[in-house]
């Protein structure tokens, strides 16, 4: 019973910015590596950027400089904010995180609804 759910996404002009949020909840016991990935249409999912639970931090070359993840493990939650977004940003953000449960001695590979981001020009 563990959940990824995510907030934050809408729609914003070029220029703008957006905070996503993604809180994990349920059974865990830890959780070690969170991310977020996106979805455009007609397009692979792709990695963004991700957070260890140590603050490690990884970012796609189309988003550095200009996106920054953070995390609060207290919260069980990542955080991806993004400034100077633009029209190429526009798709369906999904957070990830292999967890594990309380039941669980391995990690399963968790994912979020997506929240849309979309990036008028």
């Known amino acids: 019973q563990v959940q990824l759910v995510e907030s934050g996404g809408g729609l914003v002009q070029a220029g703008g910015s957006l905070r996503l949020s993604c809180t994990a909840s349920?059974?865990?016991?830890?959780?070690?590596?969170m991310g977020w990935y996106r979805q455009a249409p007609g397009k692979q999912r792709e990695l963004v950027a991700r957070?260890?639970?140590?603050?490690?931090?990884n970012y796609a070359d189309s988003v550095k400089g200009r996106f920054t993840i953070s995390r609060d493990n207290a919260k069980n939650t990542v955080y991806l904010q993004m400034n100077s977004l633009k029209p190429e940003d526009t798709a369906v953000y999904y957070c990830?995180?292999?967890?594990?449960?309380?039941?669980?001695?391995?990690?399963?590979?968790?994912w979020g609804q997506g929240t849309q981001v979309t990036v008028s020009s």
């Open positions: 990830n995180a292999p967890i594990q449960t309380l039941r669980s001695k391995y990690y399963a590979n968790y």
């Open positions: 349920g059974s865990i016991f830890s959780i070690e590596t």
């Open positions: 957070c260890t639970s140590g603050g490690s931090t």
